[in-house]
Protein backbone atom coordinates (compact mmCIF):
# COMPACT_ATOMS: atom_id res chain seq x y z
CA UNK A 1 0.00 0.00 0.00
CA UNK A 2 2.59 2.36 -0.63
CA UNK A 3 3.20 4.58 -3.66
CA UNK A 4 2.11 2.47 -6.41
CA UNK A 5 -1.44 1.72 -4.59
CA UNK A 6 -4.23 3.12 -3.30
CA UNK A 7 -5.10 3.42 0.63
CA UNK A 8 -8.96 3.13 -0.25
CA UNK A 9 -10.44 -0.29 1.74
CA UNK A 10 -11.37 -2.16 -1.09
CA UNK A 11 -9.60 -0.13 -4.06
CA UNK A 12 -7.78 -2.15 -6.36
CA UNK A 13 -6.21 0.58 -9.15
CA UNK A 14 -5.46 0.13 -12.37
CA UNK A 15 -2.12 1.48 -14.09
CA UNK A 16 -3.58 4.39 -15.91
CA UNK A 17 -5.24 5.36 -12.46
CA UNK A 18 -3.07 8.44 -11.58
CA UNK A 19 -2.16 8.76 -8.30
CA UNK A 20 -2.57 11.41 -6.02
CA UNK A 21 -1.27 13.01 -2.67
CA UNK A 22 -3.14 14.15 0.84
CA UNK A 23 -3.35 17.87 1.24
CA UNK A 24 -0.64 19.01 3.08
CA UNK A 25 -1.31 18.66 6.83
CA UNK A 26 0.45 21.85 7.90
CA UNK A 27 -1.54 23.96 5.58
CA UNK A 28 -4.92 22.02 4.94
CA UNK A 29 -5.15 20.06 8.55
CA UNK A 30 -8.95 20.26 8.46
CA UNK A 31 -9.06 18.67 4.77
CA UNK A 32 -6.38 16.21 5.75
CA UNK A 33 -8.37 14.99 8.15
CA UNK A 34 -11.45 14.66 5.95
CA UNK A 35 -9.27 12.55 3.53
CA UNK A 36 -7.78 10.51 6.21
CA UNK A 37 -11.56 9.89 7.48
CA UNK A 38 -13.12 9.02 4.04
CA UNK A 39 -10.69 6.47 3.37
CA UNK A 40 -11.88 4.06 5.74
CA UNK A 41 -8.24 2.77 6.53
CA UNK A 42 -7.61 2.35 10.19
CA UNK A 43 -4.51 1.71 10.17
CA UNK A 44 -4.18 5.36 9.85
CA UNK A 45 -4.59 5.96 13.87
CA UNK A 46 -1.54 4.52 14.93
CA UNK A 47 0.89 6.67 12.04
CA UNK A 48 1.60 10.13 12.06
CA UNK A 49 0.35 12.80 9.51
CA UNK A 50 4.02 13.63 8.21
CA UNK A 51 4.33 9.58 7.18
CA UNK A 52 0.95 9.28 5.82
CA UNK A 53 1.59 12.63 3.17
CA UNK A 54 4.83 11.19 2.64
CA UNK A 55 4.51 7.45 1.70
CA UNK A 56 0.59 7.15 0.92
CA UNK A 57 -1.58 8.16 -2.12
CA UNK A 58 -5.44 8.10 -3.27
CA UNK A 59 -6.18 6.84 -7.35
CA UNK A 60 -7.83 9.03 -9.50
CA UNK A 61 -11.33 7.19 -9.84
CA UNK A 62 -12.08 8.77 -6.32
CA UNK A 63 -12.44 12.11 -7.61
CA UNK A 64 -14.98 13.52 -9.69
CA UNK A 65 -14.41 15.69 -13.29
CA UNK A 66 -14.86 18.53 -11.41
CA UNK A 67 -11.80 18.30 -9.25
CA UNK A 68 -9.68 17.80 -11.49
CA UNK A 69 -7.96 21.17 -13.46
CA UNK A 70 -5.58 21.31 -16.41
CA UNK A 71 -2.58 18.60 -16.60
CA UNK A 72 -5.24 16.18 -14.60
CA UNK A 73 -4.17 17.79 -11.31
CA UNK A 74 -6.37 18.00 -8.22
CA UNK A 75 -8.07 21.55 -7.28
CA UNK A 76 -6.78 22.77 -4.18
CA UNK A 77 -10.28 22.19 -1.34
CA UNK A 78 -11.22 18.73 -2.72
CA UNK A 79 -11.41 15.37 -1.18
CA UNK A 80 -12.19 11.71 -2.77
CA UNK A 81 -16.21 11.42 -3.31
CA UNK A 82 -16.28 8.04 -5.27
CA UNK A 83 -16.11 4.20 -4.28
CA UNK A 84 -15.46 4.96 -0.73
CA UNK A 85 -16.00 2.60 2.08
CA UNK A 86 -19.71 1.19 2.83
CA UNK A 87 -18.82 2.78 6.13
CA UNK A 88 -18.57 6.22 4.59
CA UNK A 89 -21.81 6.34 3.04
CA UNK A 90 -23.13 9.35 0.78
CA UNK A 91 -24.31 11.09 4.12
CA UNK A 92 -21.71 11.34 5.97
CA UNK A 93 -19.77 12.44 3.41
CA UNK A 94 -22.18 15.40 2.34
CA UNK A 95 -22.05 16.29 6.29
CA UNK A 96 -18.26 16.26 6.32
CA UNK A 97 -18.04 18.57 3.32
CA UNK A 98 -20.50 21.03 5.14
CA UNK A 99 -18.65 21.41 8.21
CA UNK A 100 -16.63 24.66 9.12
CA UNK A 101 -13.63 25.65 7.10
CA UNK A 102 -11.33 29.03 7.36
CA UNK A 103 -12.63 31.80 5.91
CA UNK A 104 -9.19 32.78 5.15
CA UNK A 105 -8.35 30.71 1.96
CA UNK A 106 -9.01 31.41 -1.50
CA UNK A 107 -11.66 30.39 -3.34
CA UNK A 108 -15.71 31.12 -3.05
CA UNK A 109 -17.08 31.00 0.98
CA UNK A 110 -19.73 30.20 2.70
CA UNK A 111 -22.73 28.74 1.11
CA UNK A 112 -20.83 28.69 -2.65
CA UNK A 113 -18.30 26.75 -0.67
CA UNK A 114 -19.78 23.92 0.85
CA UNK A 115 -21.85 23.64 -2.31
CA UNK A 116 -18.40 23.10 -4.23
CA UNK A 117 -17.18 20.52 -1.79
CA UNK A 118 -20.76 18.72 -2.11
CA UNK A 119 -20.53 14.89 -4.45
CA UNK A 120 -24.09 16.35 -6.12
CA UNK A 121 -23.90 19.68 -5.40
CA UNK A 122 -22.36 21.05 -8.62
CA UNK A 123 -24.45 17.85 -11.06
CA UNK A 124 -28.12 18.01 -8.98
CA UNK A 125 -29.79 18.58 -12.99
CA UNK A 126 -32.12 16.65 -14.67
CA UNK A 127 -29.57 16.53 -17.73
CA UNK A 128 -28.27 12.69 -18.68
CA UNK A 129 -24.57 14.15 -18.29
CA UNK A 130 -25.69 14.96 -14.22
CA UNK A 131 -27.28 11.77 -13.65
CA UNK A 132 -24.50 9.96 -15.07
CA UNK A 133 -21.90 12.31 -12.98
CA UNK A 134 -24.41 11.25 -9.74
CA UNK A 135 -24.45 7.61 -10.07
CA UNK A 136 -20.47 7.14 -10.96
CA UNK A 137 -20.51 9.25 -7.21
CA UNK A 138 -23.28 7.19 -5.46
CA UNK A 139 -21.37 4.15 -3.81
CA UNK A 140 -23.32 1.62 -6.36
CA UNK A 141 -21.51 -0.28 -9.14
CA UNK A 142 -21.97 1.77 -12.29
CA UNK A 143 -23.87 0.06 -15.09
CA UNK A 144 -21.73 -0.26 -18.48
CA UNK A 145 -23.46 2.50 -20.23
CA UNK A 146 -22.88 4.53 -17.52
CA UNK A 147 -18.77 3.93 -17.58
CA UNK A 148 -18.84 5.00 -20.88
CA UNK A 149 -20.72 8.38 -20.95
CA UNK A 150 -18.56 9.11 -18.20
CA UNK A 151 -15.78 8.34 -20.53
CA UNK A 152 -16.63 10.12 -22.67
CA UNK A 153 -16.84 13.37 -20.63
CA UNK A 154 -13.94 12.62 -19.13
CA UNK A 155 -12.56 12.27 -22.44
CA UNK A 156 -13.82 15.42 -24.08
CA UNK A 157 -13.35 17.45 -21.15
CA UNK A 158 -9.56 16.86 -20.82
CA UNK A 159 -9.33 18.00 -24.90
CA UNK A 160 -11.11 21.19 -23.37
CA UNK A 161 -8.61 21.76 -21.14
CA UNK A 162 -5.23 21.01 -23.65
CA UNK A 163 -7.23 23.43 -25.62
CA UNK A 164 -7.94 26.27 -23.11
CA UNK A 165 -3.90 25.41 -21.90
CA UNK A 166 -2.64 25.79 -25.94
CA UNK A 167 -4.84 29.12 -26.20
CA UNK A 168 -3.45 30.67 -22.65
CA UNK A 169 0.28 29.53 -24.05
CA UNK A 170 0.01 31.17 -27.36
CA UNK A 171 -1.35 34.43 -25.78
CA UNK A 172 1.42 34.40 -23.47
CA UNK A 173 3.99 33.64 -26.46
CA UNK A 174 2.28 36.64 -28.42
CA UNK A 175 2.90 38.86 -25.25
CA UNK A 176 6.83 37.87 -24.50
CA UNK A 177 7.20 38.37 -28.26
CA UNK A 178 5.98 41.78 -28.32
CA UNK A 179 7.28 42.69 -25.43
CA UNK A 180 10.81 41.21 -26.16
CA UNK A 181 10.37 43.24 -29.76
CA UNK A 182 10.17 46.46 -28.48
CA UNK A 183 13.04 46.29 -26.07
CA UNK A 184 16.11 48.13 -27.00
CA UNK A 185 18.21 44.99 -27.09
CA UNK A 186 16.18 43.38 -29.92
CA UNK A 187 15.96 47.07 -32.10
CA UNK A 188 20.01 46.80 -32.03
CA UNK A 189 20.66 43.65 -33.00
CA UNK A 190 18.01 44.15 -35.83
CA UNK A 191 19.19 46.71 -37.25
CA UNK A 192 22.80 45.04 -37.27
CA UNK A 193 21.51 42.71 -40.02
CA UNK A 194 20.89 43.11 -43.22
CA UNK A 195 17.66 43.35 -45.34
CA UNK A 196 17.26 39.94 -46.22
CA UNK A 197 18.81 38.63 -43.16
CA UNK A 198 16.01 40.93 -40.91
CA UNK A 199 12.92 39.69 -42.81
CA UNK A 200 13.96 35.97 -42.39
CA UNK A 201 14.45 36.58 -38.65
CA UNK A 202 11.15 38.59 -38.19
CA UNK A 203 9.73 35.49 -40.03
CA UNK A 204 10.92 32.67 -37.85
CA UNK A 205 9.61 34.44 -34.86
CA UNK A 206 6.48 35.12 -35.87
CA UNK A 207 5.83 31.52 -37.29
CA UNK A 208 8.25 29.20 -35.61
CA UNK A 209 5.21 28.63 -32.64
CA UNK A 210 2.45 27.97 -35.28
CA UNK A 211 1.14 24.84 -36.84
CA UNK A 212 2.37 24.14 -40.56
CA UNK A 213 -1.79 25.44 -41.78
CA UNK A 214 -1.22 28.34 -39.36
CA UNK A 215 1.51 29.87 -41.21
CA UNK A 216 1.38 32.92 -42.80
CA UNK A 217 4.50 34.43 -44.74
CA UNK A 218 4.78 37.63 -47.08
CA UNK A 219 6.01 38.11 -50.83
CA UNK A 220 9.05 39.15 -49.85
CA UNK A 221 9.46 35.48 -47.67
CA UNK A 222 8.14 33.70 -50.25
CA UNK A 223 10.47 35.19 -52.75
CA UNK A 224 12.98 34.43 -50.48
CA UNK A 225 12.11 30.61 -50.70
CA UNK A 226 11.97 30.40 -53.88
CA UNK A 227 15.41 31.55 -54.85
CA UNK A 228 16.86 28.62 -51.88
CA UNK A 229 14.59 26.22 -53.65
CA UNK A 230 16.06 26.47 -57.09
CA UNK A 231 19.56 26.56 -55.58
CA UNK A 232 18.79 22.95 -53.73
CA UNK A 233 15.69 21.09 -54.07
CA UNK A 234 17.11 18.51 -51.64
CA UNK A 235 18.67 21.41 -49.59
CA UNK A 236 15.56 23.23 -49.29
CA UNK A 237 13.65 20.06 -47.70
CA UNK A 238 16.58 19.58 -45.35
CA UNK A 239 16.30 23.15 -44.11
CA UNK A 240 12.01 23.09 -43.89
CA UNK A 241 12.78 20.37 -41.05
CA UNK A 242 14.62 23.27 -39.28
CA UNK A 243 13.11 26.52 -39.57
CA UNK A 244 9.64 27.48 -40.55
CA UNK A 245 9.82 28.32 -44.53
CA UNK A 246 6.91 28.09 -47.38
CA UNK A 247 5.79 24.63 -48.33
CA UNK A 248 6.90 23.39 -52.33
CA UNK A 249 2.89 23.56 -52.87
CA UNK A 250 3.03 27.49 -51.78
CA UNK A 251 6.15 27.94 -53.93
CA UNK A 252 4.67 26.28 -56.89
CA UNK A 253 1.26 28.62 -56.10
CA UNK A 254 3.92 32.09 -56.29
CA UNK A 255 5.07 30.42 -59.83
CA UNK A 256 1.73 30.14 -61.13
CA UNK A 257 0.45 33.59 -59.80
CA UNK A 258 3.95 35.20 -61.40
CA UNK A 259 2.87 37.43 -64.96
CA UNK A 260 5.30 35.70 -66.41
CA UNK A 261 4.56 33.61 -69.86
CA UNK A 262 6.19 33.11 -73.65
CA UNK A 263 7.68 35.97 -75.55
CA UNK A 264 9.17 39.44 -73.77
CA UNK A 265 7.92 39.86 -70.87
CA UNK A 266 7.79 43.33 -69.01
CA UNK A 267 8.17 42.83 -65.43
CA UNK A 268 11.71 41.02 -66.62
CA UNK A 269 13.07 43.90 -68.23
CA UNK A 270 11.52 46.54 -65.03
CA UNK A 271 13.44 43.91 -62.74
CA UNK A 272 16.88 44.26 -64.76
CA UNK A 273 15.80 48.24 -65.02
CA UNK A 274 16.33 48.23 -61.57
CA UNK A 275 19.33 45.51 -61.37
CA UNK A 276 21.04 48.10 -63.22
CA UNK A 277 21.15 50.98 -60.99
CA UNK A 278 22.70 48.93 -58.82
CA UNK A 279 25.63 47.66 -60.86
CA UNK A 280 28.89 49.25 -61.79
CA UNK A 281 29.21 50.52 -65.60
CA UNK A 282 31.72 47.56 -66.23
CA UNK A 283 29.50 44.76 -64.96
CA UNK A 284 26.64 45.54 -67.47
CA UNK A 285 28.60 44.39 -70.27
CA UNK A 286 27.06 40.99 -71.06
CA UNK A 287 26.11 38.64 -73.89
CA UNK A 288 22.91 37.09 -75.34
CA UNK A 289 22.98 32.95 -74.82
CA UNK A 290 19.98 31.03 -76.25
CA UNK A 291 19.29 27.23 -77.38
CA UNK A 292 16.41 24.78 -78.00
CA UNK A 293 15.25 21.52 -76.59
CA UNK A 294 12.79 19.35 -77.78
CA UNK A 295 10.07 18.53 -75.81
CA UNK A 296 7.02 15.76 -76.37
CA UNK A 297 4.52 17.33 -77.96
CA UNK A 298 1.10 17.57 -75.58
CA UNK A 299 -1.71 19.84 -74.22
CA UNK A 300 -2.14 20.29 -70.37
CA UNK A 301 -4.70 22.65 -68.35
CA UNK A 302 -3.60 25.03 -66.18
CA UNK A 303 -6.41 25.83 -64.10
CA UNK A 304 -4.50 28.67 -62.74
CA UNK A 305 -4.77 30.79 -65.71
CA UNK A 306 -8.21 28.97 -67.28
CA UNK A 307 -5.83 28.00 -70.53
CA UNK A 308 -4.97 25.46 -73.20
CA UNK A 309 -1.27 24.85 -72.69
CA UNK A 310 1.24 23.67 -75.35
CA UNK A 311 0.73 25.53 -78.55
CA UNK A 312 3.17 26.98 -80.27
CA UNK A 313 3.84 30.47 -79.07
CA UNK A 314 6.62 32.93 -80.01
CA UNK A 315 7.60 36.01 -78.90
CA UNK A 316 5.38 37.89 -80.04
CA UNK A 317 3.09 35.79 -77.94
CA UNK A 318 0.25 34.47 -80.52
CA UNK A 319 -0.63 31.69 -80.37
CA UNK A 320 -1.47 28.95 -83.84
CA UNK A 321 -3.46 25.29 -83.30
CA UNK A 322 0.36 23.52 -84.04
CA UNK A 323 1.47 21.52 -80.82
CA UNK A 324 5.17 22.70 -80.13
CA UNK A 325 7.58 20.24 -79.69
CA UNK A 326 10.41 22.89 -79.02
CA UNK A 327 11.46 24.98 -76.09
CA UNK A 328 13.76 28.30 -76.88
CA UNK A 329 14.97 29.66 -73.99
CA UNK A 330 17.27 33.03 -74.11
CA UNK A 331 19.74 34.15 -71.30
CA UNK A 332 21.24 37.33 -70.52
CA UNK A 333 25.10 35.98 -69.15
CA UNK A 334 27.64 38.79 -67.52
CA UNK A 335 31.18 39.32 -68.87
CA UNK A 336 33.15 41.11 -65.73
CA UNK A 337 30.63 39.64 -63.04
CA UNK A 338 29.39 36.32 -63.22
CA UNK A 339 25.43 37.09 -63.25
CA UNK A 340 22.71 35.53 -65.43
CA UNK A 341 19.24 36.21 -65.75
CA UNK A 342 16.93 34.61 -68.70
CA UNK A 343 14.83 37.25 -70.08
CA UNK A 344 12.82 35.27 -72.69
CA UNK A 345 11.09 31.83 -73.76
CA UNK A 346 9.01 30.70 -76.78
CA UNK A 347 7.67 27.44 -77.79
CA UNK A 348 7.69 26.39 -81.42
CA UNK A 349 7.00 23.56 -84.20
CA UNK A 350 10.09 21.69 -85.47
CA UNK A 351 12.66 23.86 -84.12
CA UNK A 352 12.90 27.92 -84.46
CA UNK A 353 12.94 29.23 -87.68
CA UNK A 354 16.41 31.58 -88.56
CA UNK A 355 13.44 34.50 -89.67
CA UNK A 356 12.18 33.88 -86.09
CA UNK A 357 15.46 34.01 -84.00
CA UNK A 358 16.77 37.23 -86.30
CA UNK A 359 13.18 38.67 -84.92
CA UNK A 360 13.22 37.49 -81.56
CA UNK A 361 16.82 39.16 -81.29
CA UNK A 362 16.29 42.34 -82.65
CA UNK A 363 13.42 42.77 -79.40
CA UNK A 364 15.77 41.36 -77.30
CA UNK A 365 18.42 43.87 -78.25
CA UNK A 366 16.24 47.00 -78.01
CA UNK A 367 14.55 46.47 -74.64
CA UNK A 368 17.65 44.91 -72.73
CA UNK A 369 19.64 48.35 -73.95
CA UNK A 370 16.74 50.72 -72.94
CA UNK A 371 17.10 48.92 -69.22
CA UNK A 372 20.60 49.80 -69.13
CA UNK A 373 22.67 46.35 -70.26
CA UNK A 374 24.54 46.68 -72.98
CA UNK A 375 25.09 43.84 -75.29
CA UNK A 376 28.36 42.74 -77.35
CA UNK A 377 27.37 39.26 -78.62
CA UNK A 378 25.50 36.06 -79.04
CA UNK A 379 26.24 32.59 -78.67
CA UNK A 380 24.24 29.60 -79.47
CA UNK A 381 25.23 26.25 -80.84
CA UNK A 382 25.85 24.92 -84.58
CA UNK A 383 22.14 23.98 -85.73
CA UNK A 384 21.22 24.58 -88.67
CA UNK A 385 18.65 26.94 -87.79
CA UNK A 386 21.85 29.03 -86.50
CA UNK A 387 23.86 28.64 -89.10
CA UNK A 388 21.05 30.33 -91.52
CA UNK A 389 20.43 33.08 -89.15
CA UNK A 390 23.84 34.33 -90.34
CA UNK A 391 23.18 34.04 -93.62
CA UNK A 392 19.69 35.93 -93.86
CA UNK A 393 19.92 39.30 -95.78
CA UNK A 394 23.64 38.74 -96.83
CA UNK A 395 23.92 39.93 -100.21
CA UNK A 396 25.40 37.93 -103.11
CA UNK A 397 27.21 39.12 -106.42
CA UNK A 398 28.11 42.55 -104.84
CA UNK A 399 30.93 42.49 -107.14
CA UNK A 400 31.01 44.61 -110.96
CA UNK A 401 30.11 41.39 -113.46
CA UNK A 402 32.57 43.50 -116.03
CA UNK A 403 35.74 43.21 -113.83
CA UNK A 404 34.99 39.87 -112.98
CA UNK A 405 35.09 38.79 -116.69
CA UNK A 406 38.49 40.47 -117.02
CA UNK A 407 39.66 39.03 -113.99
CA UNK A 408 38.82 35.19 -115.54
CA UNK A 409 40.55 36.41 -118.69
CA UNK A 410 43.62 37.58 -117.01
CA UNK A 411 44.25 34.58 -114.37
CA UNK A 412 43.62 31.77 -117.19
CA UNK A 413 46.04 34.08 -120.09
CA UNK A 414 48.90 33.79 -116.92
CA UNK A 415 49.06 37.39 -116.41
CA UNK A 416 48.68 37.65 -113.33
CA UNK A 417 48.16 35.32 -109.94
CA UNK A 418 45.27 34.84 -108.11
CA UNK A 419 45.30 37.41 -105.70
CA UNK A 420 47.18 40.07 -106.99
CA UNK A 421 44.09 39.98 -109.92
CA UNK A 422 41.43 40.05 -107.01
CA UNK A 423 43.67 43.35 -105.74
CA UNK A 424 43.55 44.77 -109.87
CA UNK A 425 39.92 44.22 -110.26
CA UNK A 426 38.28 44.77 -107.01
CA UNK A 427 36.75 41.15 -106.90
CA UNK A 428 36.52 38.44 -104.10
CA UNK A 429 39.68 35.87 -104.37
CA UNK A 430 38.05 32.37 -103.55
CA UNK A 431 35.06 33.38 -106.05
CA UNK A 432 37.88 34.02 -108.83
CA UNK A 433 39.30 31.01 -108.16
CA UNK A 434 36.05 28.53 -108.17
CA UNK A 435 35.17 30.21 -111.80
CA UNK A 436 38.73 30.08 -112.90
CA UNK A 437 38.43 25.68 -112.24
CA UNK A 438 35.47 25.90 -114.30
CA UNK A 439 37.64 25.55 -118.37
CA UNK A 440 33.82 24.46 -120.05
CA UNK A 441 32.18 27.57 -119.77
CA UNK A 442 33.39 31.16 -120.92
CA UNK A 443 33.72 34.00 -118.65
CA UNK A 444 30.04 35.16 -120.11
CA UNK A 445 28.75 32.34 -118.49
CA UNK A 446 30.17 32.25 -115.26
CA UNK A 447 29.01 35.58 -114.22
CA UNK A 448 25.59 34.91 -115.99
CA UNK A 449 24.94 31.47 -113.54
CA UNK A 450 22.94 31.65 -110.78
CA UNK A 451 23.91 31.13 -107.49
CA UNK A 452 23.18 27.83 -105.47
CA UNK A 453 22.81 24.18 -105.48
CA UNK A 454 22.29 23.25 -109.42
CA UNK A 455 18.47 21.79 -110.46
CA UNK A 456 18.28 17.62 -111.05
CA UNK A 457 15.20 19.03 -113.40
CA UNK A 458 15.20 21.25 -116.34
CA UNK A 459 12.87 24.17 -116.27
CA UNK A 460 10.88 22.26 -119.07
CA UNK A 461 10.54 19.28 -116.92
CA UNK A 462 9.74 21.46 -113.87
CA UNK A 463 6.68 22.68 -115.64
CA UNK A 464 5.62 19.50 -117.09
CA UNK A 465 5.06 18.13 -113.68
CA UNK A 466 3.78 21.25 -111.92
CA UNK A 467 0.93 20.97 -114.33
CA UNK A 468 0.38 17.27 -114.28
CA UNK A 469 -0.04 17.40 -110.61
CA UNK A 470 -2.59 20.45 -110.78
CA UNK A 471 -4.64 18.27 -113.40
CA UNK A 472 -4.69 15.56 -110.86
CA UNK A 473 -5.40 17.77 -107.91
CA UNK A 474 -8.42 19.08 -110.52
CA UNK A 475 -10.23 15.35 -110.87
CA UNK A 476 -9.70 14.77 -106.99
CA UNK A 477 -6.82 12.08 -107.28
CA UNK A 478 -4.28 13.80 -105.37
CA UNK A 479 -0.72 12.64 -105.50
CA UNK A 480 1.17 12.63 -102.33
CA UNK A 481 5.35 13.29 -101.92
CA UNK A 482 6.42 9.74 -102.98
CA UNK A 483 4.14 9.51 -106.02
CA UNK A 484 5.75 12.79 -107.31
CA UNK A 485 9.32 12.07 -106.65
CA UNK A 486 8.25 8.60 -108.37
CA UNK A 487 7.22 9.98 -111.60
CA UNK A 488 10.16 12.58 -111.82
CA UNK A 489 12.82 10.16 -111.58
CA UNK A 490 11.26 8.09 -114.49
Known amino acids: MGKAGCVVLGCNPSKTDSRH???????EAKLFKKWVTLTGNKQFLSLTEEYIYTHYRICSKHFNLEDFGPNRKLKKIVFPKCYLPESSSAEDTLQIACCELPDDRPGPSGEQYKAHLSPVGDIMHTTSTSSVLLEMTSTKKPSPKTKYLYSKISLYKNKYAIQRRKTETNQQHLANAKKYSDSIVFAKLINALNVTSRRFFKSQIACSKKKLHGRRFTASDKITALALFKETGSGYKFLLEMFALPSRVTIMKLLNDSPIGPGLNSSIIEGLTEMAKTLKPLDKYCILTFDEMSII????????????????????????????????VFMLRGLNRKWKQP?????????????????????????????????????????????????????????????????????????????????VFDVPKSTLEDYVKQFDKTPEQLVAAPIGRRP???????????????????????????????????
Open 21 to 27: SFSNPGK
Open 297 to 328: PHLTYNRHKDEIEGFKCCANDVRTTKIADHAQ
Open 343 to 423: VLYQFVKGGAKASTIIKTIKELVIAIHSAGFIIVGTVCDQGANNNNMSRIGKKHKTWNPDQMKLAIRAVREKEMGYLKTSK
Open 456 to 490: VLSLEMEEDLVSYCLETDRRFYGLGTADIKRLAMK
